[in-house]
């Protein structure tokens, strides 16, 4: 089955090649060109030509003199075998690198399962970035060296609803030094095919239509037709182009969501060539400075480990906070059931803000619940920076924004009249100590704090003392300007209710203003320190594609740093090649966790250099960045789904299971 031979110093096993009938039409497969010396094969000759090219024998990375094992790996699709690549990969790499760097080159991000298959064992990897991701079957966290041997041939699938399926064929195992620095490299891929467009039957497609695709192979357009399409559809129906996608040289190409990849160009360059243009290109980042990087942070997981075992409120969380005397709650209460008398729900909806500005205190909003006969209460956001978060709330849905990540953002005080099993034990506790018996749906008063970083919790003294003087307000103002806010029931929806207070003479005036959409502007990030700015842009320019994201931890974790529960923030970054989670920290409850991600950029920068893209799946963070990346002459680029989330559970269940060696 296999031949071993000693060559110019290494020792290599090679598949025999009359064993090829396993792997049928690689033979007549579509041709590539050789890494090293650019000489253009079909597949199986160029696996026979890499074990012995001479060109990629002089290729040594001076770094690492001892001897080392590596696997030539053939991987081809398995509808399509035009598209084919040839790996070497480092025999102590493991397989879940494989399968990062086949979703970066050819199958694109999405959050969904693959899959190897190798003898009748199948290797997963779950996404999601869930903590609590158990493994059906085996993790990819194998060692190649102890599953792969020469003349395995293995599949891989990836994908649930439109499943990608892949052929890989380890041709040869050496022992000898390294090569390059990277643990996997491309030697190898197919010159992207040539598609003729089905139209014109004479130009190059560049395009391909996803429906016509989905059952016939000849969906491919040219521009100029693709144009055509396009205008006489325009009459038919608006969105017409959704089924168009350009054409990757990837079988992934025109399924799904694939949008190319952001680190492998379609077409293949040998390093020679690569090389006459190395002058503008971005430099190559060493592993080494990227562990540096990496290494420049605490480590988030103990933190995690200890946060884990805490489910329940210490004492000692509880002694910090100054709670409210029974004077105050009970003031509280009577003020919100004198409130709910007015029935303002009936006449205003919970989109419709009235702000109350007092001069030289913070403007109030407020935003009335029970229109839609769902929940009934009053939301209290106090200055701008909270009421940027109901306005963030309220567009969310426009901008497609994650759910959880803006409900955890979410900062007001807020007052309801519920049903008993929405009430935290604190809540109830307050009502029996007040002596009050609510019985019934929607009769169960009690108030909560949502505050950014922190769970939503039971009122302090001061928020209680807060929330009754707004109150108090609101009640003034229902009292004065029933009708004006029943008039105003057509206003527009950038426009908002003003109450003002004018001490000096006692007077409340209501008039309707614009909402300052502008001051909630989304992208107003600039880096303002000039000198910081101009070392940055100094920064050399580097080839690394950078994966950005935060995510709420949607868990509440009592640690007694805090004086109440918290729900912190994860923020990170991956590197898209190595698919390394190269940062992960935890935001403080209260900070602002987009100026802490910038912030982490702003150090890779520092310490690595100017990414060439930077991807989130977050619009806010994409609008952060926006101006910052304009200035870096960095790309920026919005994704549909993110990898920081999945990395960084998969970070936890690694050091749970596999110890202490950091992932990669
Ligand atoms: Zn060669
Ligand atoms: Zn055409």
Redesign the pocket.
Known sequence: MTRIIKLRGKIIEFKKMGDFIMFTNVEKGNQGLCKYCGKKLAPKEMLAHLVKCEKRDEKIYAAKKEMEGFFDILITSKEMEDYWMIIEVNEKTMLKEIDTFLREIWLGNEQCLSIFKIKNLKYKYISGGNLLYVEPEQSMYHTLKNILSVGETFDYTYGENKITEIKLMVFSHRIGRRHEEEDIVLLSRNIPPER????????N?SWVDTIIYSFDDDAF??????E?VESNKLFIQMEYTENMLPIYNSPRMGIGDYEGSDFYTDEFKPDFENKERQKNKPKKVEKKTLKKFKNNQYDVYPIMKEWESEYTVSEKVESKRELPTKEAWMELYEVAERIKKFKAWEYVYEFQIISLKVKGEETIFYSILGEDEKEYGVDVYEGYDDFKTFIVNDYSEALDLPKGYVKSLKSNLACRWGNVEDLSKDQRDTIKELGFKYKGKGKWLYFTSFEKGYSPYSLDRDEVAHMTKHLKNLEIILEKFEDNIRESINMDFDELMCVEYIKDNNEWKFYIEKIPLEEYSLSNEKIKDKNKLNRLKEAPKVESVLDVDIIPLKRTINDEKYIKPITPFIYGIVDAKSGDLISSKIAEPGADVGDLLVEEIERFIDEVGRPRIIRTANELINSKLSLICENLDINLSLKKSSRVGKKFGEYMVYKKEIGNTPLN
Not at 196 to 203: E, L, P, Q, R, T
Not at 221 to 226: A, I, M, N, R, W
């Open positions: 003729i467009c089905y139209k014109c039957k004479k130009n497609a357009l040219c521009d100029e037709c693709k055509k």
